[in-house]
Each structure stands twice: as structure tokens, then as C-alpha cells.
């Protein structure tokens, strides 16, 4: 069994071409219909891959191979003869820009889509083949969905593919250490972790023997271990299975630190003792315990389709998320504090990024590589650094529409000062995981760029500060977000917002504003990111991480109601926003906000001794007029009515 990382990374290079697409003029994305057809000098010849695959898909007598997404950004299906990549808007033009003409674009990312263009693609009676190791439970049973009936038959290839094809150029698996956090910045013990997950399931009404572990999220925060295997992601290939009385843990065990092997062999022997076993002998493992009196918990949405297949289908407890998904989304008081803190440290990192770019901008002296190495190195200078918590946008420009462009050495743009700038940048603490986009423009924007910015700043503080009932779900207040773009008829094509890690992933579910996310709760954290992107020309994003809280309400109630705390502490361009759009509740919370960020993170630039940055952040953090506020503007109409419109159209 192979760990999934390389075979996702080499499946972001198979990227297609949009068929039937309209000729353009324009030389930075492929043009498949001109004679002969164009390509950009960032798109990637595909075809020896593709020949390379198919000769495998023939020996197996396949007709199809379904490539999975990396962190949910698109899915390639290769057949004896076409190619195609499904992904969202955010990625549209980024792939024009990097696909050969080998690859139809779909522009979506159903898997209904996905089905009825097989369906035209592989003639009835064939097979239809992927990993089961990296699909979950739900995907598979999607696509089962979608070709049942159909007369082409979907098989399990334990056999990776895209491994074969890619042969001795397919990089090493990771051979770092594996390391236990220091006690300081865990939340609890691994110890107390294990006992709260082992009580629900005694709880449970159907009192399972056993909790499977699939997602890299679940074991490393379970055992409070950290490794390196996925870029900028600390975490390492594993499963576990948690039973009343054992643990198994599944991994490289020669890559345990000293530390971290004690730690788990503490309670040796007992019921908190890890037996560590290698990564591979997982499905051996699962099958034997599979053949007694059992009864196994697992998540559908991270749990592989290749380990759920080997449980008989009446020893199995399904839901959504694991109890270790779900427990590890609330975080506790120690969790919440140590995350504030680490967005202090990072607002102060972001700072002194953008007084470097009003400096060197100004110069000529920047691009947007640059510009990310900057910023890069300055969060690596704050303390409790691990680096960058993704791989930083850095856009200027009509790069700006891409919603998550990155810059390469030696093709990206200067930076301009008649130009919008976008960063959406985050990094990797001991302490937690942060996530911030800021749009600046060092000149004169135009009308519309400058509305366009302060619709979406509108959208961040009305959702920001709603007052909404507890265990509300993330889809029905996401709307909000969104309203003041949609009063003048403008919209994003992405999702609002993620939830956030302990020094984990970036993007950690299961909490945010998606249909398949879970409802809301106090000790959440959560992106709300609005935008607005215009092909061609600009983009616009603005990124807060918030924890939700509980609100303080005029009037008592039995009912508890919640509200977001932002703990992103960086300010928002002053030149772009009109505050004749405004209405006095945002200006005041604008205000309230922007004396927060003096309180938290004056001091912490002083303590640093940038002076300089602390001038800079005084500045803008001005107070705003509020005499300047629109009273009429959209932001200014009731939003409890609305609130309540949907919660009661949506069942919260």
C-alpha cells in the first residue's frame, strides 16, 4: 500500500485543454482550437505520460483510471483515448494556463459530471478502475452511484497506476523524523485524548469495539505526533485502530524520534499502550480483528474505500467523521489561547510585509517569487516558526483573478503600483496554524476595483459579526458573505471559508460553510473569505480566521447563540475602501476592530522592537468617521429578519 502524496502530485501535472473553447487572443493560456494549436510556455507536454498510462490501462484491460484530487482541487480521468481534469473556478484559468491539449477542461467538480462523461467515453461492458487506497468511502460510493446501471463496472486497482507509469522518477518517501509536540503546546495528553474517544464509544447506542483511523489529521493529533510527509503539512503517513482495550498505530517506526517512542510506550503494558506496527501491515491487521465479535467506527468522508472494503458490512458504524474528527474541530481553552497567540505573532510578520512593499514596490524592485520569499522568511524569523502552512499566492494584476495562483522563479509578474496586489499567505506555528489574505493597491484604483473591495469587505464584517443560535450549520449563514456582492450583481465562485488547525492543516474539516460541513459550535475556528475575481484584470480576497464564541445577547435566552471572534490582527487598504458604502454598524465595527489590533499587536511590535512597523500600524488603524457611513446601504438593513428567513428555509 502506497502513501498517496506523490501519486496527487503527479496528477496536478495532467492538465487539459478546454475542447470546443472559442479562439483567444490572448498568449497566456492554450488555445487548442487555432491551426496548429497554441500553447503557453507554461503548459506541460503530457503525451509520453499519457501513452505510458494507457499501455498500463491495456494490460489490465481497463478502460478508464480515475486520478484523484489533491486537497479537493481536481480529478483527472484518463481513457484509450481522451483525457479530461474536473476543477472549480478557482483553477480554471491556472489550468488553460499549465494543460497541453491532450486534456478536455470540465469546468466543475461533480462527480455526476464526472459519470456521465464516462459514461460517452467507455463503451458499455467496461471497466472503470481507481485506488481504492485514495478514495474515501462516500467518493466511491458516488461514482458507484453514478455509473450503476450503466453496464460499465466500477473495480478496485490496489495497483497504483500513475505509480507505475511514473516509475524510478517518482520521488522517495519521506525518511524524516517523527517527532511528539512539546507538552506546552498540546491541548491535552494523548493520554486524555484516547480516554474522551474511548468514552464515546461507550456511550454510543451502539456501543462499538473499535475506532479506524484513516485521515493523517486524526492520528497525528490523537497521539500528538507531527511529521513532515506532506508539504507544509506536519503530518505522516499512518492509520490507527483504537480499540477498548489496544491501540495500533500503523507507521514507519524506525522514524520515531526517541521522545516520542517513549511517550507511547509509557503505559506499556495496558490499556494505553501503543503497539506499533509498519505502515503497510494495516489491511492484514484490520481483516484479522474484522473475523471476531466487533464493531467498527469509522468516518466515510476520510476513512479509504480499500480498508472499509475489508470489513463485512454488519460489523460496520458509519457516520460522516470519525469521534477524533469531530472532537479534535472544538477546540479547548488551551487550544483557543495558543492559536490567538500565534495570530499575533503572525500579524506582526504580515506587517512588516506590507511596509516592505510600500517601500520597495515603489522602487520597482519586486515581484510576486520575491515577494513570497519575503514574506516567507519573515515568518520563519517569528518564534515557534515551522514555515509556511501552504504555498504562498503572491498575484498581481490579472494573476490576481487566479484564486490560487502561485508565482514561479523566473514567470511572475513586478509588482506595480497601478496595479492590485492579492497575498494569501499562512504559516505553521508550535503553537497553531494561520491563514490570512490582504489586497492592496499602492495608487489610484479604479471605481470599480474600489467597490468591488468594499463589497467584499462587507461581506467579511456581516458574517464576522453575526449573532446566530448554536450548532447553526456554516451553509445557511454563508450568505451573508456574499449579499452585498450580490446587491449590485457580482459573486465569488469559491467556498466562504475553512476550519483551521493546531499546528495541522491549513484547511481542516470538517468545519465550515459547505453543505457537507458540520454545524457550528463554540471552540471552532473558521476562514471567512469573500471575494471577487474579474478575468483578465484583477482579483480581490479578503481572509480572517475567526473562533466561534458565544454571543452576548440584549435579551436572556434558554437558547445559546453564537458569534466570531477574528483573530487574524492585520488591517485592512484604507485607499480602497469607500467608506460612503459602509453603514454605521460596520464602521463601528471596523473601529472596534481596529483597536483590537492596537491592544494585541502594538505591544508585541514593540516587544520586538520594530518601531518602524509600529508607526506603520498606527496609521492604519485610524479610527473611521463614522459621519462618512452610508445609512441607507445595504449593509445597513436588519440582519436578524434575513437570518431568520433562512434559518427557517434551511433547518438549521
Known sequence: MRPPLWIAAWALLL??????????????????????????????????????????????????????PRTRNGTAVVTEDKAALWTDSRYWTQAERELD????????TSIESIGMWILEAVPAGGNVTLDPFLFSIDTWNSYSRALHGSGRTLLPLETNLVDQAWGDQRPPPSSSEIYSLPAEFTGSSWQEKVAGIRQQMEQHLRRPTAVLLSGLEETAWLFNLRGDDIPYNPVFYSYALLTNTTISLFLDESRLSLA?????????????????????????????????????????????YGLYSIIPQEKLLEENYSPVMTTKAVKNAHEQEMLRAAHVRDAVAVIQYLLWLEKTVLQGQVDEFSGAQHIDALRWAQEHSHGPSFQSISASGLNAALAHYSPSNGSSRSLSVGEMYLFDTGGQYLDGTTDITRTVHWSEPTPLQKEAYTRVLMGNIDLSRLVFPSHTAGRTVESFARRALWDVGLNYGHGTGHGIGNFLSVHEWPVGFQSNNVPLEAGMFTSIEPGYYRDGEFGIRIEDVALVVEAQTEHESEETFLTFEVVSLVPYDRKLIDLSLLSPEQIRY???????????????????????????????????????????????????????VLLSGLGA
Open 101 to 108: 491539449c491532450n486534456w478536455e477542461l470540465q469546468r466543475t
Open 590 to 644: 471596523l473601529n472596534s476592530y481596529y483597536e483590537r489590533i492596537r491592544e494585541l499587536v502594538g505591544p508585541e511590535l514593540r516587544r520586538q522592537r520594530l518601531e518602524e512597523e509600529y508607526a506603520w500600524l498606527q496609521a492604519s488603524t485610524e479610527p473611521f468617521p463614522l459621519s462618512s457611513a452610508h445609512t441607507l446601504a445595504p449593509g445597513a438593513l436588519a440582519l436578524a429578519p434575513l437570518l431568520s
Open 260 to 304: 516520542a517512542r517513549r511517550s507511547l510506550l509509557l503505559g506499556c503494558p495496558g490499556p494505553l499502550c501503543v503497539e506499533l506496527q509498519q505502515y503497510g501491515q494495516v489491511s492484514a491487521h484490520l481483516r484479522r480483528y474484522a473475523q471476531g465479535n466487533v464493531t467498527v467506527w469509522l468516518g466515510t468522508e476520510y476513512t479509504t
Open 15 to 68: 492538465h487539459g485543454c478546454a475542447a470546443g473553447r472559442a479562439p483567444s487572443p490572448r498568449n497566456d493560456i492554450r488555445n487548442c482550437t487555432a491551426d496548429p494549436p497554441y500553447l503557453p510556455p507554461t503548459a506541460t507536454n503530457t503525451t509520453a505520460r499519457l501513452a505510458a498510462l494507457r499501455g498500463l490501462l491495456r494490460t489490465r484491460g481497463a478502460h478508464a483510471y480515475i486520478v484523484p
